[in-house]
Each structure stands twice: as structure tokens, then as C-alpha cells.
């Protein structure tokens, strides 16, 4: 158990559907991120909260909209995905600046995009 | 150029050996530094700090060098339990930012 619990952990949808993944942390952490990790590339930052304020959206296409509606929970809501959207979705959160306390990572969602 | 580079490997040795990964980093302003490892199919865990002073933990030593912006990571006696990817990460006020990953494999 890291602390940082994320569902689904796999998840096979259509091009047209509709889903979300959901992030929780119950470690008093005030930050929060999603990543995006595919094979051979370096885990790309998407989104940032801070106090369940969004302070980074890092030129994440619109089709992928996150949602924080308190300091525990983080949201990505997805829809009309592309095939190459198919990736590891890893949440993490950080009990402040994240220099001085680095993260702690969700186990991540697979995501597979049909 | 990217903002931190590792060399993906694979770096395949025989168990007790010494290994060593190198990182460069291109933002001088960068503040810290870690070594994050990841297991296959799973998430990054924080495996330990770098500071300017170096610093060990056990089989494990990290090094900075500010003036070439380049990390390293040192590991002796290596055990089968180390076979992971190994991610050098830096940190620019708010956020991590991640290296690619070196992938070691270590054999009986």
C-alpha cells in the first residue's frame, strides 16, 4: 500500500468513449499531479494541484480534463481518446514543495486505447 | 535537448558487481536532485536523495557535480534485487522533472 491509491489499475476503452480515473491520498499531502509514462519516453507532467487549485496545465490536449474536488482526491476525466493516448497514468502527491519532499507515487492505470 | 538525459542501457551484469549510471541535467537553476527506481510494471519509488556532498546509503552512493550539471549513482555488490529501471530526476521549484530511465539487469 503507497499511501496513493489509483482505479482502475487497467482500462481498455473505444476511441469514443467516456472514463475517468480516480487518484485518493489520505496522507495530508497538498499537492497533487498526474503523469503520463509511455515506453521509452520520460514520465511527461500533465497537471498540477496545489490546495485542489490547478496551478500547471502543461499543453495537455482538452480530451483529457482532470477535476480535484478536494485535497484528497484528483480526477482525469477522458473522452474521444487516440490511439497513441494508450499509456501508464501515474498520480502522485507531495506534502509540500516537492524539491525538499518528492513524491509519492499511485501504482498507476494502464490505460490501452482502442 | 532534453531536460535530463540517462543513457536507457540496458546494463546487464553479474550479481557482485559494481555499476555505476551517470545523468546530465540541462537547467542550471535546477535546486535538488534524486534517484527514483522503478520496477517493471510498477510506480517510481524515491530510492534516495543527491546532495552536493555526496552521499551513501549502504551499497548506494550518489554524487553531484554542480559546474557539469551531472549526477551519478553508484551501486556495489550489486544483487539480483537490484534489476530495475533506475530514473534521475531534478526539481525545479514546483515540479519533479524525469529522466528516461537506465535499465540495469543484474545476473546470477
Known amino acids: 500500500e503507497t499511501g496513493v491509491t489509483q482505479t482502475p489499475r487497467h482500462l481498455v476503452m473505444g476511441m469514443t468513449n467516456k472514463k475517468s480515473l480516480k487518484c485518493e491520498q489520505h496522507l495530508g499531502h497538498n499537492a497533487m499531479y498526474w503523469y503520463k509514462q509511455s515506453a521509452k519516453k520520460p514520465l511527461e507532467l500533465m497537471f498540477v494541484?496545489?490546495?485542489?487549485?490547478?496551478?500547471e496545465n502543461n499543453s495537455v490536449p482538452s480530451r483529457f480534463s482532470p477535476e480535484c474536488p478536494n485535497s484528497s482526491h484528483l480526477f482525469l476525466h477522458l473522452h474521444t481518446l487516440q490511439p497513441e493516448d494508450s499509456a501508464l497514468y501515474l498520480c502522485?502527491?507531495?506534502?509540500?514543495?516537492?524539491?525538499?519532499?518528492?513524491?509519492?507515487f499511485g501504482s498507476g492505470t494502464r490505460l490501452t486505447v482502442v | 535537448r532534453k531536460e535530463v538525459e540517462q543513457d536507457p542501457g540496458p546494463f546487464n551484469v553479474p550479481e557482485g558487481a559494481t555499476v555505476a549510471f551517470n545523468c546530465t541535467y540541462s537547467n542550471s537553476a535546477s535546486q535538488s536532485f534524486f534517484w527514483y527506481r522503478q520496477d517493471c510494471r510498477k510506480e517510481p519509488k524515491l530510492l534516495m536523495s543527491v546532495y552536493s556532498s555526496g552521499n551513501e546509503d549502504g551499497r548506494f552512493t550518489a554524487q553531484l557535480n554542480r559546474a557539469s550539471q551531472y549526477i551519478s549513482l553508484l551501486i556495489r555488490d550489486s544483487k539480483l534485487s537490484d534489476s530495475a529501471t533506475y530514473l534521475c530526476?531534478?526539481?525545479?521549484?514546483?515540479?519533479?522533472?524525469f529522466g528516461t530511465g537506465t535499465r540495469l539487469q543484474v545476473f546470477p
Open positions: 494541484y496545489s490546495l485542489e487549485e490547478r496551478v
Open positions: 502522485a502527491s507531495s506534502q509540500g514543495p516537492p524539491g525538499l519532499y518528492g513524491y509519492t
Open positions: 530526476v531534478v526539481s525545479n521549484t514546483d515540479k519533479l522533472i
